[in-house]
């Protein structure tokens, strides 16, 4: 959508009319600087063209302010929608590229007439040229007893500390829905007729809903060049096309990655009690399910021995739901700039929101927040900071996002992690116990013949192989049947038997056995503090060193 193209977001609707409602009030109350967070320009500069038009001040022109835009390519421009082309050219704004030169042309006329000054990315000048930071600050002092305002456009939050009491920030929300619908039957309406002989367009009112729900979490412009690319590529509005649309924009965000399951919960041995869990609230953000009055679930922790399946269950959770897995990668959070940490947190969290209903997913979780407990000694802070905004959006969030956080060391993590109201419940992952190793080498043995016609899961013996693995994790099984299939086919490429897998077992040190400490440490502390995942109620045994089979015959060989 063009900058000047105002006629769409004149619609009525109500996130949209909330956020312009929300800056023409702070316009109207003089406030000095406006910093509008957002990657969407031209959606920002529209609202601002509505704001200041004929429009918004019942049409008298006496009202109306002046939009004067800026960045360091063009310099000054005069981009009021409700002034002809010729009216806009002002001698003045020659030569005012450079920030310093922008801001002595605003000083001079900011009492001559009413005025909404959009500076596009000036943050990128304020660490380099403090000259910038002064003549802003110079400005805003006097802007109080004026009709115009500096209003900052730019994807990135990075306030001097010279004008932070100057400066009103707003998020410009990801177009909602009917932002989205509006966007939609615009496009619609500009394919000429003859290009609508050529393609078809005509969707039913569900097949519809489903294409705007499937675009949430994009901007107007990507959603319009999804729509093209669809029309390019299927001659018709495709779904999967605006999807994939969704995948890069997620990708491109940084912090967080758009994971497509292929598992699914009969691939998860074991963790009865998860599954029955995870069952109960599968429709947990449908209609029927907020009629009746239940509340939003926030989430699960999920803490155990590593290879157990955790991060299997976050894919498997995902496809039973079916809803997109949104990965959130902790340390892509963090950046070298002051307050950049804290803005990428702050969107990733409002990409996942606009993405919702979604699952979020924090792996390892300890390892990224770990820090927060001496942050101040150690960064600056930022990682209290970071970590301070993420516990208060679990406590707070509104939308249907659901967490789901990994963790294998217990003893990294906040406290204020673990208390109630973060997450709905926590549960430790233990070691399977035989019934659930048993289940476990059925599911990888059964993966591994639909791909190798010479295995025949009957051919083996299931309760064997899992009375050997002693100790052995879900991870583990599945690498001893790896290991076994290399064995077998070196020696010839002939069919895996029974005593493949037992010889890798045998030379298999597992991580229940080299980390038994650490492991009978987070079993003491989840004994009465989560609920148990697996639906057995005795512990599993882990061997001591003395008692494993075959640890002598580890070798290179």
């Not at 809903?209 to 590529?233: H, P, R, Y």
């Not at 021995?305 to 739901?321: E, H, N, P, R, T």
Request: aromatic share 8%.
């Amino acid at each position: 959508m063009s900058q000047g193209n105002t006629e769409d977001l004149a619609a009525d609707l109500t996130l949209e009319e909330r956020q312009k409602n929300y800056i023409e009030t702070l316009i109207k109350a003089r406030y000095p600087i406006i910093w509008i967070v957002t990657h969407e320009e031209g959606r920002a500069t529209a609202m601002l063209e509505i704001i200041s038009s004929p429009q918004a001040t019942k049409k008298d022109e006496t009202k109306c302010r002046n939009v004067i835009a800026w960045d360091n390519v063009r310099g000054l421009q005069d981009i009021s929608p409700w002034k002809d082309e010729k009216d806009r050219e002002n001698p003045k704004f020659a030569n005012t590229a450079h920030p310093t030169a922008a801001i002595e042309q605003i000083d001079a006329f900011l009492e001559e007439e009413k005025n909404l000054v959009v500076l596009y990315d000036i943050h990128k000048f304020f660490d380099d040229n403090p000259t910038v930071v002064r003549g802003l600050k110079n400005v805003a002092r006097g802007l109080g007893e004026t009709y115009t305002n500096i209003i900052i456009v730019s994807p990135q939050l990075n306030i001097p500390i010279e004008l932070e009491k100057l400066i009103t920030v707003v998020d410009l929300e990801l177009p909602s829905f009917e932002r989205l619908a509006a966007e939609y039957d615009h496009f619609i309406s500009l394919i000429g007729s003859g290009f609508r002989n050529e393609v078809d367009i005509n969707v039913t009112a569900e097949e519809k809903k489903s294409i705007i729900s499937a675009a949430q979490g994009l901007t107007t412009e990507e959603f319009g060049e999804a729509l093209a690319k669809s029309l390019v590529t299927h001659k018709g509005i495709n779904k999967n096309v605006i999807l994939d649309e969704k995948k890069q924009a997620v990708r491109k965000s940084g912090a967080l990655e758009f994971y497509e399951t292929m598992e699914d919960i009969s691939s998860v041995g074991g963790m009865e009690n998860i599954k029955r869990y995870i069952g109960q609230r599968t429709t947990c953000f449908s209609d029927s399910a907020i009629e009746y009055g239940l509340p939003l679930p926030k989430g699960i922790l999920l803490l155990g021995v590593q290879g157990c399946g955790k991060s299997l269950m976050c894919k498997a959770i995902s496809s039973q739901w079916g809803l997109p897995l949104l990965r959130l990668d902790v340390g892509a959070i963090f950046g070298g700039y002051v307050g950049e940490s804290e803005s990428n947190m702050r969107a990733a969290i409002k990409l996942a929101e606009a993405v919702s209903p979604c699952i979020l997913w924090v792996d390892e979780i300890e390892k990224g927040l770990s820090g927060s407990q001496s942050s101040n000694f150690s960064d600056g802070g930022t990682t209290s900071r970071v970590f301070g905004s993420f516990v208060t959006w679990m406590q707070e969030k509104t939308k249907p996002v659901y967490l789901i956080a990994t963790a294998n060391d217990v003893s990294q993590l906040p406290p204020e992690l673990l208390r109630k109201g973060r997450f709905d419940e926590i549960f430790f992952v233990d070691l399977p116990s035989e019934t659930e190793k048993e289940e476990i080498f059925s599911i990888h043995l059964g993966k591994k013949a639909s791909k190798i016609n010479e295995i025949n899961v009957a051919n083996f013996d299931i309760s064997q192989l899992a009375a050997k693995c002693s100790g052995f994790s879900g991870a583990e099984i599945e690498q001893v049947i790896i290991d076994a299939l290399y064995n077998s086919y070196s020696d010839g490429q002939r069919a895996l038997v029974q005593e493949d897998i037992l010889n890798s077992i045998k030379v298999t040190k597992p991580l229940s056995v080299t980390m038994k400490e650490n492991i009978d440490a987070a079993r003491a502390w989840a004994k009465n503090r989560a609920r148990r995942a697996s639906g057995e109620s005795a512990d599993v045994d882990i061997p001591d060193l003395d008692d494993m089979e075959g640890l002598e015959e580890l070798s290179l060989e």
